[in-house]
Every structure is written in structure tokens, then in C-alpha cells.
């Protein structure tokens, strides 16, 4: 069983629908991290999380420590949020050591 | 600020040719990293440095070196390519300070080995 599960693995959404992606982990972290990867493109940072909520724009994260499980939404999807999705753990006391996810492909149609 | 840089962003070699993937980054970060990404698989970490001349294995390290003699530079040596060294290949550089951890992604080398 990996360390990260992100669920669902694929994604298909039409323009302006909410998008929930989740991520559960198995170890005690100091944080997650939640990644973007546009099709053959690089990686980008969305956020770091170690307690709580953080929002961007039209992005919103969430953790909750306690049941080791972490949210990704994006409100009013567009296509251009078409990407991989990763979510990824700092374990504790690994310094900048990251465990991944295999990522949740979506798709948003117009 | 040019972020992570690598370099060559694609490149085929034959099995038993070595060569090496450079990387470099100019945010004066102590934390670099490779990882190798495979189709259905999570991103898997090679080997890491947490500063000049301190290097570790990561979870995939067999038939890979790396060398980190200055802040900026982080390069990831392939000493024998074989097929299964076929992949995606990210570098990647952080700046940890508590629970603060920002991880800056370079644009990836895409490896073929036949």
C-alpha cells in the first residue's frame, strides 16, 4: 500500500462545476504539498500545508492532521485547469524528503 | 531569478553509454533533489543533497551519482544506461525553515534508453 492515496485517479468536469480532489496518507508529516502538472509540462508548486486551510484564486486546500487527510477544490473549474494534480508528503524528520502520490488527472470540458 | 534549470530537456542513449543530467538553480537553496517520473507511478525520489558536498540516496538510487560541490549545482550521473532508466527526470530545489517548505520543479529531461 502506498504511503499516499489520491482519489479519484481521473477526473472529467464540464466548465463551472466545484472539483474536489482527496489525498489520505498512512505516515506523520510536518507538511503536504499540493502540485500542478500541465500535459507535458513541468511541475508547480499550488500550496504547502501543515494545519488548516489555504486559498488562491479559485483553489482552496485543506488538511486535517488528525484523520491524515487532505482536500484540493477548485470552485467555477475552467479548461485551463486541465492538469495532474499531485499531492505529496514531507514525513517527519526527513527534511525536504517529499513522498508522492500518483497524481488525479482532470479534464474540464467546455 | 532563473528558478531550476536543466539541461538537455531530451535526450536518447544506447544501452551502456553513461552521461549527465545537469541541473543548477540560483535561489541559493540548500535542499536539491532528483526524481524519476514513470507512467502510473508517483514521482520517486533518486538521490537528494541538503548542502554543498552532502549528498544521500533516495529510494531509486542503483545505477545513479550525483555530486554536489557547490549551492548551485546538483548534476545526476548515469554510469550505464539500461532500458529501465527510461523515464521523465525532475530536478528539484527547496528552502525548509520549520513548517515553511517551498519545492521549485525544473522543466524535466525526457530519457530514452535503447
Known amino acids: 500500500k502506498n504511503e499516499v492515496e489520491q482519489s479519484p485517479q481521473n477526473l472529467t468536469a464540464q466548465e463551472g462545476e466545484f472539483i474536489t480532489i482527496n489525498c489520505s496518507y498512512s505516515?506523520?508529516?510536518?507538511?503536504l504539498h499540493w502540485l500542478q502538472q500541465h500535459p507535458g509540462g513541468g511541475i508547480v508548486s499550488l500550496f504547502m500545508?501543515?494545519?488548516g486551510k489555504k486559498k488562491h484564486g479559485r483553489l482552496i486546500a485543506t488538511i486535517n492532521i488528525q484523520e491524515k487527510h487532505s482536500s484540493l477544490h477548485i470552485t467555477a473549474s475552467h479548461p485551463r485547469d486541465s492538469a495532474v494534480y499531485i499531492c505529496?508528503?514531507?514525513?517527519?524528520?526527513?527534511?525536504?524528503?517529499?513522498?508522492f502520490g500518483t497524481g488525479t488527472r482532470l479534464q474540464v470540458t467546455l | 531569478n532563473a528558478g531550476v534549470t536543466q539541461t538537455p530537456k531530451f535526450q536518447v542513449l544506447k544501452t551502456g553509454q553513461s552521461m549527465t543530467l545537469q541541473c543548477a538553480q540560483d535561489m541559493n537553496h540548500e535542499y536539491m533533489s532528483w526524481y524519476r517520473q514513470d507512467p502510473g507511478m508517483g514521482l520517486r525520489l533518486i538521490h537528494y543533497s541538503v548542502g554543498a558536498g552532502i549528498t544521500d540516496q533516495g529510494e531509486v538510487p542503483n545505477g545513479y551519482n550525483v555530486s554536489r560541490s557547490t549551492t548551485e549545482d546538483f548534476p545526476l550521473r548515469l554510469l550505464s544506461a539500461a532500458p529501465s532508466q527510461t523515464s521523465v527526470y525532475f530536478c528539484?530545489?527547496?528552502?525548509?525553515?520549520?513548517?515553511?517548505?517551498?519545492?521549485?520543479f525544473g522543466p524535466g529531461t525526457r530519457l530514452t534508453v535503447l
Open positions: 500545508l501543515s494545519s
Open positions: 528539484a530545489s527547496s528552502y525548509v525553515a520549520g513548517y515553511t517548505d517551498t519545492q521549485y
Open positions: 505529496a508528503v514531507r514525513p517527519t524528520g526527513t527534511a525536504s524528503k517529499l513522498t
Open positions: 505516515v506523520g508529516i510536518s507538511a
